[in-house]
């Protein structure tokens, strides 16, 4: 009979620290559910004379990985110090050491994931990840084994609390983007280069892990367009909300007999959709079923205890499969062959936002441009002010392929009517 489960942990920044701590607060739960203690043994750092503030023992820590894997007490690693190559290091030699692995690390997992999961079976080992995209949601789990009868279809949400917090300031109190982001740098939500925020690679590398597992299929991350916050101009969020929309940083993914289409990008939400009114940094994801239907799943994106919540999770699933002796029994392998998009299968309706010369003529002359690529329009609206000598053009249109929009944007950039496109937009909840 086993009198207790040991863990290594890899890192004691935020999040290691949140673990440990609920580790220790919850002892007594943890012990009543699973029927043995569950203890920190060993922490890989990197400067062990640091002083921290914790319950466990100063020899605890350690600068040599090899103490964690060679120790026969520890049963299993917990990945949480970040980054990508040492990181992918630490959780293959783990694996290969027989030692199942617990991670938070979106990074490694986009991009290494398949090859990683794939080393765990071979070793017989778990591959945990569940705190690498959203935080506190319990979603992957919900995705492996809540909704495994069931066949995803589509996934859309928010999953980058930074860029949800910034909008939300921006819209509900008009401030500026830079005051924004300032203000979600002070509160700890932004790193002090925010660029993998702001610029859609964080949510891009969530969204890879996601679709891959919705969709039992490879999903790379160069497999995901992208587009950052960079792209919303001024005017923008009022022009959003005067059409009934709201602007959102927002992740999707689709699978149909064509193939998976996944995305980051700002789009304009209806404001009759839940993921309209998901504000500050909260994350949410809309899952689509064939069975079950519509499902959200909603709460804090990132933090210590939050995201230490799902690393936790999957430390008490892995001791729970240690318990049972069905370590490495899960099958990781993708069902179906990897087969992604081209942009002439990728449909959507589009809001167009043009200047042009405030002249008669302008709006049938554009008009045929959309006409010749076969572009349907559902919205025209002219935005014209007696004291300039241009106007805005708004054009919402019907469901068109991501080829014909690219193509009707190109056109408009060289007509000599347009002064530039303003803006564009993907359009969803309708």
Aim: glycine content about 8%; aromatic content about 6%; charged content about 25%.
């Amino acid at each position: 009979m086993r009198k207790e489960i040991g863990i290594g942990l890899l890192g004691f920044g935020v999040v290691g620290s949140g673990v440990a701590t609920i580790l220790h607060k919850h002892r007594e739960d943890l012990q009543h559910k699973l029927g043995v203690p569950v203890r920190i043994k060993r922490v890989l750092i990197k400067n062990k004379e640091k002083e921290r503030d914790t319950e466990l023992p100063k020899e605890a820590f350690t600068d040599q990985l090899e103490d964690l894997l060679n120790d026969d007490a520890i049963d299993f690693i917990v990945e949480v110090f970040g980054g990508t190559d040492d990181a992918k290091t630490a959780i293959e030699r783990s694996l290969k050491a027989g030692k199942g692995v617990v991670t938070a690390n979106k990074d490694v997992m986009a991009v290494y994931g398949k090859e990683l999961l794939a080393l765990a079976d071979e070793n017989s080992c778990d591959l945990f990840y569940e705190a690498s995209v959203g935080g506190g949601i319990p979603l992957i789990r919900t995705l492996e084994d809540g909704l495994a009868s069931d066949r995803i279809s589509s996934l859309l949400g928010i999953v980058n609390g930074t860029t949800n917090f910034i909008l939300t300031k921006m819209k509900e109190e008009k401030k500026t983007y830079e005051d924004a982001l300032a203000e979600a740098t002070a509160l700890g939500y932004a790193e002090a280069d925010p660029s993998a925020d702001v610029d859609g690679i964080d949510a891009a590398r969530k969204m890879a892990i996601l679709a891959s597992l919705s969709f039992s299929s490879e999903v790379q991350l160069d497999d995901v367009f992208v587009r950052g916050m960079s792209v919303i101009e001024d005017g923008d969020l009022e022009l959003a909300e005067q059409f009934g929309y709201t602007i959102k940083m927002a992740g999707s993914a689709k699978k149909d007999e064509n193939g998976i289409e996944v995305a980051v990008e700002p789009v304009f939400v209806k404001n009759e959709h839940p993921l309209a009114s998901v504000n500050n940094e909260f994350n949410a994801v809309y899952v689509y079923g064939d069975a079950v239907g519509e499902t959200m799943f909603y709460g804090p994106g990132a933090g210590s205890l939050p995201t230490a919540t799902s690393v936790t999770s999957d430390i008490v699933a892995a001791c729970r499969n240690l318990l049972l002796g069905v370590n490495g029994k899960r099958i990781h392998s993708y069902q179906y062959e990897r087969k992604v998009k081209s942009d002439e299968q990728k449909f959507a309706s589009y809001f167009h936002r043009i200047s042009v010369q405030d002249e008669i003529g302008v709006l049938s002359r554009l008009s045929s441009i959309y006409s010749h690529n076969k572009a349907s329009l559902a919205t025209v609206i002219q935005h014209a002010d007696p004291k300039r000598e241009d106007a805005d053009l708004i054009f919402i249109t019907h469901a068109i392929s991501r080829d014909q929009h690219l193509k009707v944007i190109e056109e408009l950039k060289v007509a000599p009517e347009v002064n530039c496109v303003l803006s564009h937009y993907r359009v969803e909840g309708d």
